[in-house]
């Protein structure tokens, strides 16, 4: 009898797993039949769940570059820049130097009456100062120095900026004038309503998605790559990392360079940032920008700076989750150079 007993519950026993594994082959199925946008459907939820608790408004534009995943948030309203808009301008920068209008080691001098107020280091030196016109660029998006950023603005045009732009198929995207300095030409009707810059979200993430796949004109170029790993190593040593990078950084366990590349930009009733993520499953771009926030206070934990960072981080687990890889941040992004971007 104790035989057969121990008999039967082992045949028991063998039945409940032999159920279990049924069971659980048929969730998987399950899973795999689900349709292509129900993961993008429960990401919107939590987006758009993150946005209705905010204190102010929101307008985003994500996509998985090799896969076409894309969530959007009213990303095409137009809204301030802040210092985003210095993308476009190191945009100008590497289409000139690649036309042999300008080069990395070009002189640009520092001169008296030069510094403007606000985010950078340039207004503390003594003048004058020469610089690399590399150095330069390099304050300009790493620190978001406002006095390279006029310095730039000096040496390309508000004019050049614009046509590239315009060149770019943008529509609302555009750069009104110097950062603390007067204009003699008259500034557009809408200047009052965004200051330095406006632009949408899926528009900015189209210029960073221009710098990362290397696409500076058709057909590419040899000299073409380096300029763009010159612009992306700018990106990914951006010193201000408390929005976009701020809860990703802590899936990247390399010692390389960051695997985010991202330009940020802050008022004091806004807060923006735009990426490139390298997630292991491909390449990510990240365009979110919060404004009218009520929150107008400059510490790390602005409502607006933690609520992209909160944003960032539900996308890039849904579309990476895996994890980052900051190998695929090279010129072409793994998805080739100098090809047509796909409509956005």
Same mark, same amino acid.
């Given at each position: 009898?104790?035989?057969?007993?121990?008999?039967?519950?082992?045949?028991?026993?063998?039945?409940?797993?032999?159920? /279990?594994?049924?069971?659980?082959?048929?969730?998987?199925?399950?899973?795999?039949? $689900?349709? +292509?946008?129900?993961?993008?459907?429960?990401?919107?939820? $939590?987006?758009?769940?993150?946005?209705?608790?905010?204190? *102010?408004?929101?307008?985003?534009? +994500?996509? $998985?570059?090799?896969? *076409?995943?894309?969530?959007?948030?009213?990303?095409?309203?137009?809204? $301030?820049?802040?210092?985003?808009?210095?993308?476009?301008?190191?945009?100008?920068?590497?289409?000139?130097?690649?036309?042999?209008?300008?080069?990395?080691? @070009?002189?640009?001098? &520092?001169?008296?009456?030069?510094?403007?107020?606000?985010?950078?280091?340039?207004?503390?030196?003594?003048?004058? !100062?020469?610089?690399?016109?590399?150095?330069?660029?390099? &304050?300009?998006?790493? /620190?978001?120095?406002?006095?390279?950023? =006029?310095?730039?603005?000096?040496?390309?045009?508000?004019?050049?900026? =614009?046509?590239?732009?315009?060149?770019?198929? &943008?529509? =609302?995207?555009?750069?009104?004038?110097?950062?603390?300095?007067?204009?003699?030409?008259?500034?557009?009707?809408?200047?009052? !309503?965004?200051? &330095?810059?406006?632009?949408?979200?899926?528009?900015?993430?189209?210029?960073?998605?221009?710098? *990362?796949?290397?696409?500076?004109?058709?057909?590419?170029?040899?000299?073409?790559?380096?300029?763009?790993?010159?612009?992306?190593?700018?990106?990914?040593?951006?010193?201000?990392?408390?929005?976009?990078?701020?809860?990703? @950084? !802590?899936?990247?366990?390399?010692?390389?360079?960051?695997?985010?590349?991202?330009?940020?930009?802050?008022?004091?009733?806004?807060?923006?940032?735009?990426?490139?993520?390298?997630?292991?499953?491909?390449?990510?771009?990240?365009?979110?920008?919060?404004?009218?926030? !009520?929150?107008?206070?400059?510490?790390?934990?602005?409502?607006?700076?933690?609520?992209?960072?909160?944003?960032?981080?539900?996308?890039?687990?849904?579309?990476?989750?895996?994890?980052?890889?900051?190998?695929?941040?090279?010129?072409?992004?793994?998805?080739?150079?100098?090809?047509?971007?796909?409509?956005?």
């Amino acid at each position: 009898m104790k035989f057969i007993s121990i008999y039967f519950l082992r045949l028991a026993t063998l039945l409940v797993a032999i159920g /279990l594994a049924v069971s659980v082959s048929a969730e998987t199925h399950a899973a795999k039949k $689900q349709p +292509a946008g129900t993961a993008e459907s429960a990401l919107m939820k $939590q987006l758009e769940a993150l946005r209705a608790a905010h204190h *102010g408004h929101v307008a985003l534009y +994500a996509r $998985q570059l090799n896969t *076409g995943r894309t969530v959007a948030l009213d990303a095409d309203r137009p809204v $301030q820049t802040a210092s985003v808009i210095k993308l476009t301008i190191l945009f100008e920068a590497m289409e000139q130097i690649r036309s042999g209008k300008a080069r990395w080691d @070009e002189r640009i001098t &520092l001169a008296k009456g030069d510094a403007v107020s606000g985010s950078g280091v340039l207004m503390f030196l003594d003048t004058p !100062q020469t610089l690399t016109l590399k150095d330069v660029l390099t &304050l300009m998006i790493i /620190l978001s120095d406002n006095t390279a950023t =006029n310095l730039m603005i000096d040496r390309f045009g508000v004019d050049a900026v =614009n046509d590239r732009i315009t060149w770019m198929g &943008l529509k =609302n995207t555009h750069l009104y004038k110097k950062i603390g300095k007067p204009t003699t030409s008259p500034l557009p009707a809408d200047y009052p !309503q965004f200051g &330095l810059g406006k632009t949408t979200a899926r528009e900015m993430a189209q210029v960073m998605e221009r710098i *990362g796949r290397c696409q500076l004109g058709n057909p590419a170029r040899p000299g073409d790559a380096a300029i763009c790993e010159t612009a992306l190593g700018m990106l990914r040593n951006q010193f201000y990392r408390t929005t976009i990078p701020r809860y990703l @950084e !802590q899936l990247d366990s390399t010692e390389e360079l960051s695997s985010i590349a991202n330009k940020t930009g802050s008022l004091n009733a806004v807060r923006n940032d735009v990426a490139i993520v390298g997630g292991k499953t491909g390449p990510i771009v990240i365009s979110i920008f919060t404004y009218a926030n !009520q929150d107008t206070s400059w510490t790390p934990d602005n409502e607006g700076e933690v609520l992209i960072a909160k944003m960032a981080k539900a996308i890039v687990q849904a579309w990476s989750p895996e994890g980052l890889d900051g190998k695929v941040l090279t010129p072409g992004l793994g998805l080739g150079m100098g090809t047509t971007l796909h409509g956005n």
